[in-house]
């Protein structure tokens, strides 16, 4: 059973950096992507940013520049450092890992951006 556990966000100040982690465990074959999206209260989940197994990187303009997605292939990880952090980033943020011609998703973790 494949499974994404996500760890780091928490509240940070306006202009500040967090970093998220989510790593993928169990019988995991053939890796095409794995990224990052956010759901703000009352919003739809949207797409941040992917990366692709040969490392090209793909985000969404309102992060491009800011956020940097990042992978260690070694041990089915991905990274989402993201820097100078504004209110509006603040979101439930989920990985998604597509492999094998399937969805994984990670438990959700919370960023809230405040002063």
């Known amino acids: 059973q494949v499974q994404l556990v996500q760890s780091g966000g928490g509240l940070v100040q306006p202009g500040g950096s967090l970093r998220l982690s989510c790593a993928a465990s169990g019988s995991i074959f053939s890796i095409y992507s794995m990224g990052w999206y956010r759901q703000a209260p009352g919003k739809q989940r949207e797409w941040i940013a992917t990366?692709?197994?040969?490392?090209?990187?793909t985000y969404t303009d309102s992060v491009q520049g800011r956020f940097t997605i990042s992978r260690d292939n070694a041990k089915n990880t991905v990274y989402l450092q993201m820097n100078s952090l504004k209110p509006e980033d603040t979101a439930v943020y989920y990985c998604?890992?597509?492999?094998?011609?399937?969805?994984?998703w990670g438990q959700g973790t919370q960023v809230t951006v405040s002063s």
């Open positions: 998604r890992m597509v492999a094998a011609g399937r969805d994984y």
């Open positions: 990366i692709f197994t040969g490392g090209t990187t």
